[in-house]
């Protein structure tokens, strides 16, 4: 920027003090006109120095759609300034215009009085101003979360997301932060996301867009210790249905550490929540521009949501409603499966009580650790009791649909304590999940998955084993601390628990004190 002439310094001077305060305005006018009649120095542009007003807040749950999505996202497009730009960034370059050859500022009395009086200004207008709050927020025990709304530009192979303020807002100092975008952030393979406001001098350097997209984008990561359904639903989808559902799908996911298989398990409702490309963050060359990015995942708990901190005060029987209609099951005024067949069966009249369909449970049976080690004695034990069996062994490549629609069908989820439970989601209003709880799970048992499906309007049902039924039991016998007494182990920190409770222990079921809760349950069912 070339030095400006004197009348020019008068304008603006005269410009910047009327904004300001008509007192000081009367002030400078007469003390320009001074200099302007006495001296020739050329005077310099004076810009704040204060980098406590750069930062545009944007609110926590902005939903409102700039204007229409295009039919699909822009493309990438490498851009050959970007690395430049970004290096220049980094290493606080200065503005180019305070370096021009030539330029010569005088540094008289007249000079040093009017750039005090513009500074007192300022400040004085930043101390009554409202007070400016920081684009992320690192508060949350559980998460951090970064929301800019305005220029927000990503750049995947560097995993920056910058943030370029107006003009007006700029400042001498740039804050940055260092965000793990998922919804733990003391996972340790969760690599992290840089964030960045950027400072007068940095934005005039700022990497050029290579695509401008007119709906918001979301940052995640898409891993951590996903590989299970509670992991799967805990970490990841929950707490993206909450950070996204409230745009209506008018979103874009830029995902770090994209995971192929999860896309592919999950992809209805992934597709449900965006209906955009999904972008290989780490992979994409090119600045992404938004008018709004959220980097990182709101979350509230373990498998939960509290719906007075999402913006349209969702709730977990919400996302169960929400994933059964993405899965095309049945509305939430349909009645489980035996008393739909029955209702119906009973305007027949042809029909007898024998033909009546039995309620059907669902029996899942873990492949390695807690699995059932007397399967056919507790399949037959079942049908005893008056029940339709349907034994199931998931794994990760199960077609999710196909599960959703078996789940859908039943009755009663029973399963004994770990992460297939998770599916109790797809089940209908009032099925019963039959919990079987091993040694040491009493706590995590309502912790992790009773709480959760009463709270989705299912009944939960707790099977507490006896000593003798854990297999720890016949390995260690009666006497050692995981079998008498697993407080004792669980004092002792999550690897003892975790060895023991977690991954030595299968069940092997008593069927005649297990009798009982079947009876109960199928009692609960007809009533």
């Not at 060359?285 to 509230?300: A, D, E, K, M, N």
């Not at 005024?333 to 669902?362: H, M």
Request: charged content about 25%.
């Amino acid at each position: 920027m070339a030095a400006n002439s004197p009348a020019a310094a008068v304008k603006g001077v005269a410009k910047t003090l009327a904004r300001r305060r008509q007192a000081v305005v009367g002030f400078l006018f007469a003390l320009v006109v001074i200099l302007v009649l006495h001296t020739t120095v050329v005077f310099g542009p004076f810009q704040p120095t204060n980098g406590n007003v750069i930062i545009q807040s944007p609110t926590g749950e902005q939903n409102a759609r700039t204007s229409s999505p295009p039919a699909s996202p822009a493309s990438s497009v490498p851009n050959n300034s970007t690395q430049a730009a970004l290096h220049d960034i980094e290493n606080g370059q200065k503005d180019d215009a305070t370096k021009k050859e030539g330029q010569t500022v005088k540094n008289d009395a007249s000079d040093k009085m009017q750039a005090e009086l513009i500074r007192q200004e300022l400040d004085q207008d930043v101390k009554h101003g409202a007070p400016s709050k920081p684009i992320c927020d690192l508060s949350d025990p559980r998460y951090d979360i970064c929301e800019i709304s305005g220029d927000a530009r990503a750049i995947g192979t560097n995993r920056t997301v910058l943030y370029v303020p107006p003009v007006d807002e700029r400042g001498a100092d740039g804050p940055e932060w260092a965000i793990k975008d998922q919804s733990r952030k003391y996972l340790e393979d969760i690599m992290e996301v840089k964030v960045k406001t950027l400072s007068a001098a940095q934005s005039l350097v700022a990497p050029e867009c290579t695509s401008k997209h007119d709906v918001p984008a979301i940052v995640f990561a898409m891993n951590g210790i996903i590989g299970n359904p509670w992991h799967d639903l805990s970490d990841v989808l929950i707490p993206l249905f909450i950070t996204a559902r409230a745009y209506d799908g008018e979103v874009q996911f830029l995902v770090t550490e994209l995971q192929p298989w999860f896309v592919e398990k999950y992809r209805l409702i992934l597709t449900n929540l965006s209906r955009y490309d999904i972008v290989d963050f780490n992979k994409d060359s090119g600045v992404r521009c938004y008018p709004h990015i959220v980097v990182g995942l709101h979350s509230h708990g373990d498998l939960d949501i509290d719906p007075a901190r999402t913006p349209r005060n969702y709730t977990l029987l919400d996302f169960r409603l929400y994933i059964r209609d993405i899965f095309s099951l049945p509305s939430k005024g349909i009645g489980i499966p035996y008393k739909e067949a029955n209702k119906k069966n009973s305007t027949d009249d042809n029909t007898t009580v024998t033909e009546k369909q039995k309620p059907r449970l669902l029996l899942i049976n873990r492949g390695m650790s807690r699995k059932f080690v007397n399967l056919p004695e507790i399949t037959a034990a079942v049908q005893a009791a008056g029940f339709e069996v349907l034994v199931v062994e998931p794994h990760r490549d199960m077609s999710l649909e196909e599960f959703a629609r078996m789940l859908d069908s039943s009755d009663v989820l029973m399963g004994v304590h770990g992460a297939a439970l998770t599916n109790f989601f797809f089940l209908r209003t009032n099925a019963v999940v039959l919990q079987v709880v091993g040694l040491g799970l009493e706590r995590e048992a309502m912790h992790y998955y009773g709480a959760q499906a009463m709270k989705v309007m299912l009944q939960h049902v707790e099977y507490f084993i006896a000593a003798e039924e854990s297999t720890l039991y016949e390995k260690y016998g009666k006497d050692h601390p995981a079998v008498r007494d697993p407080d004792s182990i669980h004092k002792q920190g999550w690897q003892g628990a975790k060895q023991y409770f977690w991954a030595e222990q299968d069940i092997r079921l008593n069927v005649t004190r297990f009798a009982p809760t079947l009876h109960q349950i199928l009692q609960t069912i007809r009533e």
